[in-house]
């Protein structure tokens, strides 16, 4: 053990990364030597388990770096690897760590095996490429997750679309080649707009540095020293475009109205393991995005551009949430659901103060389990029932008392009720909001409650109510492995609503950080702080209670 | 740190947390059993997990509050676990601890909820052994009993903002599922969702004006989120005379920020305590089981929406807006749910449109600011509903679960216990001297009287009037139910015989409180006619001085206090003798012929149909909009078809025509566009 780790000492995060497509590779291979030498083709269930062991080593060593390697107590990126790539480029592959993306990669490890238990048996006559997908995907969302160089982010991002869509054009549903084409007709528009700033910034750094660099870490393989690309100078009307391209980038996959199309789609063919992985892992790159590049790099328009991004975020939660009420799919309803919480998150990020920043990412990463597990139990009921039609179901609690419960579980945790995780995010977010984006964050709160109303007429009308259909009587409940998938959903979720502190120790770090960047690469000269408008004390009518102390408030005199 | 002294530093100091905990523990438990494991466990496991929780509870309650009155200046006994949630950097930063508070109000209300759920649990017991509950049920039921019972304790135990919602949120989750207990009955889904919709307008109402206060306080420099702290920053700000929490305009009258955050609060405490125009939920939820509705309907849920507004009875006391809204919406329910109640013919429906409407008096007390007094009626309204509420249960399974009163009748022959316990309940509940509710009632009545609004006459008036309504139904109910002749229904079951066992003896300890319940702070005014001293007289007004604040007596004695007391006890006995006069004897006869009336009798049934008002004007526009407009148009019309495809196929047929035309075949053309190339790169290379 030891030595292993001694090998792995400052790669151990490419290694992470690395491990399921080197599995995958590694089965390949031996696969296509057995098969020159004549022998048979490695059975598929060898295939299985060795994807699924090298997926849950994988989430192992993540858990290891989260509690041996990260320091929550250190600012900015830590556990910094980088690699030659193209120098000229200015593009290394570069990974690091920060609050943010450690718990993004955790929970995307975690989900991996789970998804990959939960469909078993469903596709045995392919597991091989299956496997291989899979862990292919994985690899490329990590990498985005982590990626400290924008070539880099870029790359993953664009990759994680080759074994998404094989999987979804092999193994999809009804629909699926409709839903294939849009993910990629919309994620090409949002790759070009990355593209290009990469060109822009690739230019750019070389003109002010005389050596190109789009790493966001110090490194001796680019000719510019001490100098990365946060230490560029972009100015006010160039940041516009720039980050209008990033952002339509960003936004095809967090995925915003109006250019959520391809979710519902893609999710209503998708299977099981593949809608809880876009739920999560797919969608947090965008997040990451985000936050790692769009708004430390081009800081005056983000912030110029916040209330508008708050609006859209308002209008796209209210919009999704409104459109879920009435759909008659199951999974295209969830994934309604996540549109609305995409929103809500980019409410959350655009809201530019720490609460509001922390809790869109706890909010991401919470909702995200949530939706993952309803995607979980839907596709636990369509293999029993054969569709997911909500009008097929009624009275499923009466058979099926343990899936109800679940699904309860992930419909409260999505309402924000305390305890559990989703309340946490809900709240870090309104709070937020209260700070910089007063008059929105009351239809942010109406918004926000009124959006679960979607999830209990759902809840009801599958899980309530008398058994109409004949064929739902004799349905048979989730069985042990189903039941431990969704326990390991629940536990994560109840954890972070129980006692969050450890979580938002992480996040908030990461999210300073960002604030301190925005504000240090700022091109517009500071201004004397204004008194924001409508602000709660007029001049005359501040007082100095900045030392009151609720503490001794409290106690009696 | 303060001293807390007796039990609780004997014992660490760390008793007040476990008084909430336990039953939360005993329904965690449950619903790991339940839910998850699916695991059957004796009658007597499912009992010995809720009751231990429960009953270490009161006991833990009533040390607490020795405890409370030793160290004399009723000084607040804090139990902190630690911290909990936290997060933001300076001014408005927050750090929310797990920190339970246990003061007088908390003591009231932890007594009588865990009093109330002690003999609503033993009720319990009783009909699972009686075999009226099958077991199942009874797993379930004890199961959110003790969600119900361990969510409201932590409630009103609460030290700060976050963990009350806690408790709120737990509250409501209960109901709702009491709400859908006979979950695959469509109407108890229907009730479940209403149930749900409702808290969830609730929930709305206590996070905003939680989260505006919290951003006011900050933004003025004090951020509070402790109900002591929010307290003491408030009247700091208030003595300094900031015009804090005023949005810009700076005017000397228009705290904006606070009538909203005052409505916020109203809003929830409607919605909880199910008043006007949000009450439906409750005569809804009716089909849950007898034990559940009697614990909600008096001393849980319903807390839980006046305990919000004592909490903040200082705040909403700079909130003119809002109390008027209060004092409006108590008056409204305390009429027109009297006056459902009056006409209804089903027995649970009944009995939950007299609880809106004696907890609509309770909100109009604490509008008109006599917050002891409201409490005292919460207190005594707790123990006779809950007797009420279980009675009826019994006529209930005697009758094999019917609840149209227009079936019954006739029970008094043989059920004369459950007869004489309704009697003695439904008394107590309209307040019949010298049953519970009488002191606090006409204590509120004497509130009102002298109370400076200048609309205080038309309140008593209509207190009076609903009061009156209140003893008609409640003795037309107990006629329907008990006189003249048998009906079919009660034939049917030829041996009906009154409870005996735990439901008896829990109704036996209800019955006790009815009787003595308000001599526990009947105000000074009867102390003086006994020459009782002060202090020792209404003892509950005189423990929650330090807590809540007014004083706990109205300043009125003789003739006109008296005059309201006949006032009151007249209204009362036209109520009872006109029911007496109707129904007695001959039972419910026939429906109203002449039309008027009958469409009459049919609103106030139906509590002037403000619940499908609602549904008209508020969810069907809504669905409306989802599912025309924006489904179909926006998402279907315009995305799907205009854009996505029309947009794609616009793309597909440009990108084509243009390479139909490279293509062509030609070589000319393909010479020329060879030439074009290398002329290009040529250029390019030179230049």
Redesign the interface.
């Known amino acids: 053990m030891d030595g292993i780790l001694a090998a792995l000492d400052g790669r151990i995060l490419t290694a992470v990364i690395a491990l399921p497509v080197f599995a995958a590779l590694v089965l390949a291979l031996v696969a296509y030597l057995l098969d020159v030498i004549g022998l048979k083709y490695l059975p598929a269930s060898i295939w299985r388990s060795v994807g699924f062991g090298a997926s849950l080593t994988t989430f192992a060593a993540t858990v290891y770096i989260a509690l041996a390697v990260f320091d929550p107590e250190r600012l900015g990126l830590q556990v910094v690897e980088v690699f030659e790539w193209s120098a000229s480029l200015g593009a290394n592959l570069s990974f690091a760590l920060d609050g943010v993306s450690l718990c993004f990669l955790v929970s995307t490890t975690g989900l991996v095996p789970l998804a990959m238990m939960s469909t078993r048996g469903a596709v045995d006559g392919s597991a091989r490429a299956w496997v291989l997908m899979m862990l292919a995907l994985e690899t490329t969302m990590l990498g985005a997750i982590v990626a400290a160089n924008l070539l880099t982010f870029v790359a993953f991002w664009a990759a994680s679309l080759i074994p998404l869509l094989l999987w979804m054009g092999r193994w999809g549903g009804l629909g699926r080649a409709r839903a294939a084409s849009r993910i990629w007709t919309t994620e090409a528009i949002g790759l070009s707009g990355l593209l290009f700033v990469v060109f822009v910034l690739h230019e750019t750094t070389l003109a002010q540095f005389g050596a190109p660099t789009l790493d966001l870490v110090p490194t001796a393989l680019t000719g510019t020293g001490e100098r990365t690309l946060l230490d560029v100078r972009i100015e006010l009307e160039d940041q516009w475009p720039l980050l209008l391209a990033f952002g339509i980038g960003l936004a095809t996959r967090l995925p915003i109205v109006p250019l959520h199309f391809w979710l519902p789609a893609a999710h209503a063919a998708a299977p099981t393991g593949l809608s809880v992985l876009i739920a999560t892992g797919f969608v947090q790159t965008a997040a990451m995005g985000w936050l790692r590049f769009a708004l430390p790099l081009f800081p005056d328009a983000a912030t110029a551009a916040g209330p508008a991004l708050s609006l859209l975020g308002i209008v796209a939660l209210a919009y999704a949430s409104l459109i879920a009420l009435v759909q008659e799919e199951l999974k295209r309803l969830v994934a309604y659901a996540s549109v609305g919480y995409a929103g809500f998150a980019l409410f959350g990020i655009s809201t530019l103060n720490v609460q509001g920043l922390t809790g869109a990412v706890v909010q991401l990463l919470t909702h995200g389990l949530a939706t993952a597990g309803l995607f979980l139990l839907i596709g636990f009921l369509a293999v029993r029932r054969g569709t997911t039609e909500v009008a097929a179901f009624g009275g499923l609690a009466k058979p099926m008392p343990v899936c109800a419960f679940f699904f309860a579980l992930m419909v409260l945790s999505l309402m924000g009720l305390p305890l559990l995780g989703g309340f946490v995010g809900d709240l870090f977010v309104l709070l937020g909001s209260l700070e910089t984006r007063r008059g929105l964050s009351v239809f942010a709160l109406i918004a926000m409650v009124v959006a679960a109303s979607y999830l209990l007429w759902v809840q009801r009308r599958i899980f309530l109510g008398p058994v109409d259909e004949p064929a739902n009587r004799g349905l048979i409940d989730l069985d042990r492995v189903e039941r431990g998938i969704m326990l390991a959903m629940t536990i994560p979720i109840v954890i972070i609503g129980v006692y969050p502190n450890p979580l938002l120790r992480r996040i908030e770090p990461a999210m300073l950080e960002l604030l301190h960047q925005m504000e240090r690469r700022s091109v517009v000269i500071e201004a004397p702080a204004e008194e924001e408008e409508g602000a709660p004390v007029s001049a005359s009518g501040r007082v100095d209670l900045v030392h009151f102390d609720e503490r001794a408030a409290r106690e009696p005199s | 740190?303060?001293e807390i002294g007796g039990w609780n530093e004997a014992l660490g100091g760390s008793i007040i947390r476990w008084i909430a905990i336990l039953p939360l523990l005993a329904a965690f438990v449950h619903g790991v059993l339940?839910?998850?494991v699916?695991a059957r466990i004796s009658n007597r496991s499912i009992w010995a997990i809720s009751l231990s929780g429960l009953v270490t509870s009161f006991a833990l309650s009533a040390i607490s509050l020795f405890d409370l009155l030793d160290v004399g200046?009723l000084?607040?006994i804090?139990d902190s676990v630690g911290?909990?949630?936290?997060?933001?950097?300076g001014?408005?930063s927050?750090s929310a601890e797990l920190t339970f508070q246990f003061d007088p109000l908390s003591a009231v209300f932890c007594l009588t909820v865990t009093a109330t759920a002690l003999a609503v649990y033993l009720h319990t017991i009783g009909q699972v052994a009686n075999g009226v509950v099958d077991r199942e049920a009874g797993h379930r039921t004890f199961a959110m009993l003790d969600l119900l019972v361990g969510s409201t304790l932590v409630l009103v135990l609460a030290d700060n903002l976050?963990l009350f919602?806690?408790g709120w949120?737990?509250v409501g989750?209960a109901s709702q599922l009491f709400a859908?207990f006979e979950?695959?009955?469509?109407d108890?889904?229907?009730a479940?969702?209403t149930t749900?919709?409702i808290g969830?307008?609730g929930?709305?109402g206590l996070?905003?004006a939680m989260?505006?206060l919290?951003?006011?306080l900050s933004?003025?420099?004090?951020?509070?989120?402790?109900f002591?702290?929010i307290e003491?920053?408030f009247r700091?700000?208030e003595g300094?005379g900031?015009?804090?929490?005023?949005?810009?305009s700076?005017g000397t009258e228009a705290p904006l920020?606070l009538e909203i955050v005052g409505f916020g609060l109203v809003l929830a405490a409607l919605t909880k305590c199910a008043q006007v125009p949000v009450h439906f939920w409750l005569p809804q939820s009716t089909g849950a089981p007898v034990s559940a509705s009697a614990l909600i309907q008096s001393s849980t849920t319903v807390v839980a929406g006046i305990y919000v507004l004592l909490r903040f009875a200082f705040l909403l006391e700079s909130a003119p807006g809002a109390l008027r809204g209060l004092i409006f919406a108590g008056t409204a329910t305390m009429l027109l749910t009297a006056l459902g109640a009056a006409t209804q013919i089903r027995l649970p429906r009944l009995i939950a449109l007299t609880t809106s409407s004696l907890l609509g008096l309770v909100v109009l007390g604490v509008g008109i600011g006599a917050y002891s007094t409201a409490t005292f009626l919460l207190l005594t309204h707790a123990f006779v509903k809950t007797m009420l509420l279980l009675t009826s249960g019994l006529v209930q399974s005697a009758q094999k679960g019917e609840t149209d009163l227009r079936q019954m009748g006739g029970l008094a022959q043989r059920l004369r216990l459950t007869h004489g316990l309704y009697a003695l309940a439904a008394l107590a509940v309209v307040g019949f001297p010298p049953f519970a509710n009488f002191f606090p009632i006409e204590e509120l009545l004497a509130f009102l009287w002298i109370s400076a609004r200048p609309e205080s006459d038309l309140l008593l008036c209509v207190t009076f009037l609903s009061l009156g309504l209140l003893a008609f139904a409640l003795a037309r109910s107990h006629f329907l139910i008990f006189w003249g002749n048998a009906r079919p229904a009660g034939q049917a079951t030829p041996r009906l015989r009154d409870a005996t066992g735990w439901r008896l003896h829990s109704l036996t300890g209800l019955a006790i409180m009815a009787l003595l319940a308000g001599g526990l702070g009947p105000s000074q005014f009867w102390g003086d006619l006994f020459d009782a001293p002060t202090e020792q007289m209404d003892s509950v007004g005189f423990f929650l001085t330090t807590a809540i604040p007014g004083g706990p007596d109205p300043e009125l004695a003789g003739f006109e206090r008296w005059t309201l007391i006949g006032g009151y006890l007249v209204c009362l006995l036209l109520g009872l003798t006109i029911a007496s006069l109707r129904y007695a004897r001959q039972g419910y006869g026939t429906e109203p012929k002449r039309p008027a009336i009958r469409v009459a009798t049919d609103w106030m049934r139906e509590v002037f149909y403000i619940e499908r008002a609602a549904q008209i004007f508020l969810v069907r526009p809504?669905?409306w909009?989802?599912?025309e407009a924006?489904?179909r148009g926006?998402?279907n019309q315009l995305?799907?078809r205009v854009?996505?495809t029309g947009g794609?196929g616009l793309v597909r047929q440009t990108v084509w025509s243009v390479l139909r035309r490279l293509q062509n075949g030609r070589l000319q053309s393909y010479t020329l566009i060879g030439l074009l190339t290398v002329l290009v790169v040529v250029t390019w290379m030179v230049v």
């Open positions: 740190m303060i339940i839910g998850l699916r200046r000084d607040p804090l911290p909990w949630i936290g997060g933001g950097v001014p408005r927050f976050l919602f806690l949120a737990g989750i859908a979950f695959d009955d469509s108890a889904s229907r479940g969702a749900f919709v969830r307008i929930d709305l996070l905003a989260l505006l919290f951003d006011g933004r003025a420099g004090a951020p509070a989120l402790t002591r702290g003491a920053a700091l700000l300094q900031v015009l804090w929490l005023s949005y810009g700076g920020l809504i669905r909009l989802s599912q924006l489904a926006i998402e995305i799907d854009v996505v794609s």
